[in-house]
């Protein structure tokens, strides 16, 4: 039981190009997050998935996209990088989502746009 | 609007001594939830601890336990007999039930030092 992996671990990309953060999760987990976590912040919600083909927006969804065509994955799609966008990224899931339900993370991809 | 502030950046303690980790919420709800994660050097968030606002009993779990004042909207991480292994970024949270706004508001993080 792996739990929640995401590939890269690292990552650099020139200002303009693009990339697919991956994220997958074993748990048969319904719900799915994306976060930022910028230097001294919290984490900031960018997108979530209720179930396979269901997402919706956070609190900054600018500049990312994602799909959720099965249970298991959830890849985050940067589209034309930006310096601002130099964060590291965290996926997470739970089997239900609010209350008292727990997040499973995954251990993070650092970014970096030059 | 609902918030989650940690006002201490970094705490250090003694190993074997005890530390409490500051966090207050802000909040019109009556019904929320509270969190403790613990993000390690390799990063990987963990939950510590939850506590129900309904519940007027302070959670527990082994060295970990919290003090909720909800009238002060305040709920601090004491740990005790502190260990190596638990110097790490810790991350307050909150969030609401599921057939509401169930998105987890984050504190921006209390570093945790610990000496030898």
């Known amino acids: 039981n792996a739990g929640v992996t995401q590939t890269p671990k690292f990552r650099i990309l020139k200002i303009g190009q693009s990339m697919t953060l991956q994220c997958a999760q074993d748990?048969?987990?319904?719900?799915m997050y994306w976060y930022r976590q910028d230097p001294g912040m919290g984490l900031k919600l960018i997108y979530y998935?209720?179930?396979?083909?269901?997402?919706d927006k956070g609190e900054v969804p600018n500049g990312y996209n994602v799909s959720r065509s099965t249970t298991e994955d959830f890849p985050l799609r940067l589209e034309l990088a930006a310096p601002s966008q130099t964060s590291v990224y965290f996926c997470a899931s739970s089997l239900l989502a609010g209350g008292p339900n727990e997040q499973f993370f995954g251990p993070g991809t650092r970014l970096t746009v030059l | 609007a609902q918030t989650v502030t940690q006002s201490q950046p970094e705490m250090s303690v003694q190993e074997a001594e005890t530390v409490t980790l500051s966090c207050t919420y802000d909040?019109?709800?009556?019904?929320?939830?509270l969190f403790w994660y613990k993000q390690p050097p390799s990063r990987q968030m963990i939950l510590v601890i939850r506590q129900e606002a309904y519940k007027q009993q302070n959670a527990t779990e082994n060295r970990f336990s919290v003090n909720f004042q909800k009238a002060a909207k305040s709920f601090s991480l004491k740990i005790s007999d502190s260990q190596l292994g638990d110097a790490a970024m810790y991350f307050c949270a909150l969030t609401f039930p599921p057939d509401s706004n169930y998105q987890l508001i984050w504190g921006a993080g209390t570093k945790l030092i610990i000496k030898p």
């Open positions: 748990m048969n987990h319904n719900y």
């Open positions: 909040t019109s709800e009556s019904d929320y939830y």
């Open positions: 998935s209720v179930g396979a083909g269901i997402t």
